[in-house]
C-alpha cells in the first residue's frame, strides 16, 4: 500500500491508497515415479540348536528298548525350537523352525519365490569325527505352506513391519552320532527370487 498525500485549496489534505499492482503465476507439474523390481531377504547366517537333555528313567518292561526317543527341544535366543517329536524313524527326529528368513520389496507380480536347498547336511562331532549328525528333508514354510523345493509369497513392500516371514522344518538323523558334545559344518541356502 502506498500513502500518497495530496493537497487541495491550500489549507485541506487528504490521504489516499493506492494498491500497486500485483504480479502472479503458476505452474503444472506432473509427477510419475518408476518403481525398480527389487528383494530383500532377511535370514540368520549362523544357527545353533540347544537340545534340552531328555535324561530320565524310563520302565520299557522286560527287553523293550526300541521306544526311545527325543521328546523335548529348546532354542535359547529369538528363534524357538517348536514341534520337536520324533518321525516314527528310530533315529531320526523333525524340527521345525520358524521366523528365520523373512522378504520384502517389489516385483511385476508382486510375488517372490523362496527355494531352499541341502548343501552340506553333515554336522561333525569336534572332537569324534566318527560322530556325525545328518540334516535332510529340508522345506521353507511360511503361512501354514511348505515344501522341499519352492514356495511362492506376498513381498508387502519395503516395509519392515510388513515383510513376509517364514521358516525352515528340517530332520536331523541321528543314526551315527555316538558322542555329545557340538557337531558343526551343516549348511543350507535360502534364495529369494522375484517373480
Known sequence: MIAAAMLFGGSQSAQALVEAPGASTSGETKVQVSVPEFIILHYYSDLTLNFAAPTQS????????DNVAWSTGSYDGDISLSDVKGVNNEDKVLVNLNNLWAVRGFSG?????????????????????????????LMVTSAGVADPKEI???????????????????????????????HTGGVYNITAETI
Open 152 to 182: 511362492r509369497v506376498t513381498l508387502n513392500g519395503i516395509s519392515t513391519g510388513r515383510a513376509t516371514k517364514g521358516g525352515v522344518s528340517m530332520t536331523l538323523d541321528f543314526s551315527e552320532t555316538t558322542t555329545s558334545g557340538m
Open 109 to 137: 507380480s508382486g510375488n517372490a519365490k523362496i527355494s531352499i536347498v541341502n548343501k552340506m547336511p553333515n554336522m561333525v562331532n569336534q572332537k569324534n569325527d566318527k560322530s556325525i549328525i545328518t540334516m535332510g528333508d
Open 58 to 65: 524310563v520302565d520299557e518292561g522286560v527287553k523293550a528298548w
